[in-house]
């Protein structure tokens, strides 16, 4: 699978996911792939963390910038799944990815700030829609950091906007905010590597979701310490 995380928008959770997927997709047995296209290198960076621990399982990287519709092509060829980091804005990165992607996710905090970026993020996928078959890439919103406490209804509002939209497709599994989130970027993990059992499900379900059921991620080994 082709994975392209985009946005409009910083600090959303894109790198998070994407490192948090391409962990999972690698305990599943898949031979995946991190491509990061961002110039703020926080995947690449985050990989450079997790080679340096050696922490197993290793997980490929490479940065492209601009046109990556023949690296992503290439590599998607060489490797069951590529999950590319294509950065927060409007850019050649988002949209060549969005020319090669099978899927195109979003992760939006529940804040009116990143949920006005959507309507701009549909007109690029309509665009790159009309340039390919078959209705690709499938594109998924993905709600992120939204707030554990059970009484703060932002995540509820922002899915009842969401889930309207003709374009997308909704993720029923919801990212929230959670420190292990952090704690993992910084040390080069998943939080599937990390204890937090709610933030396993999270990355779990999703991957279900995605996949249709199709990919199961175990249960990862923590660290001895
Ligand atoms: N679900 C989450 N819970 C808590 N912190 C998060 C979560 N997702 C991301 N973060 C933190 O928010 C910051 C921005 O996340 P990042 O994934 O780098 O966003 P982006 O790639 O969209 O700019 C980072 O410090 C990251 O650790
Ligand atoms: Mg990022």
Not at 82 to 87: K, R
Not at 138 to 149: D, E, F, I
């Amino acid at each position: 699978m082709r994975i392209l995380i985009g946005g409009e928008k910083g600090g959303s959770g894109k790198s998070t996911l994407a490192t948090n997927l391409v962990v999972a997709l690698r305990l599943a047995g898949r031979d995946a792939l991190l491509l990061d296209a961002d110039g703020q290198r926080t995947s690449a960076k985050w990989a450079e963390r997790r080679a340096a621990s050696e922490i197993v399982p290793a997980v490929p990287c490479t940065e492209k910038r601009d046109d990556l519709k023949a690296v992503v092509r290439e590599l998607g060829s060489r490797y069951q799944d590529v999950v590319v980091d294509a950065g927060g804005r409007d850019s050649r990165e988002l949209r060549s990815a969005l020319l090669v992607a099978d899927l195109a996710l979003f992760p939006l905090r529940p804040s009116q700030a990143d949920l006005e970026t959507v309507p701009h993020l549909a007109e690029l996928l309509q665009l790159a829609r009309s340039l390919r078959e078959n209705g690709a890439p499938l594109a998924g919103l993905v709600l992120s950091m939204a707030p554990t406490h059970y009484l703060v209804s932002e995540a509820r509002d922002a899915a009842s906007m969401l889930e309207a939209l003709p374009d997308f497709v909704l993720a029923e599994t919801l990212i929230r905010e959670r420190k292990v989130y952090r704690d993992a970027l910084l040390s080069g993990r998943s939080v599937l590597e990390m204890d937090n059992e709610t933030a396993h499900f999270e990355v779990r379900q999703l991957i279900k979701e995605i996949s249709n059921g199709a990919i199961q991620v175990p249960v990862a080994q923590r660290d001895p310490a």
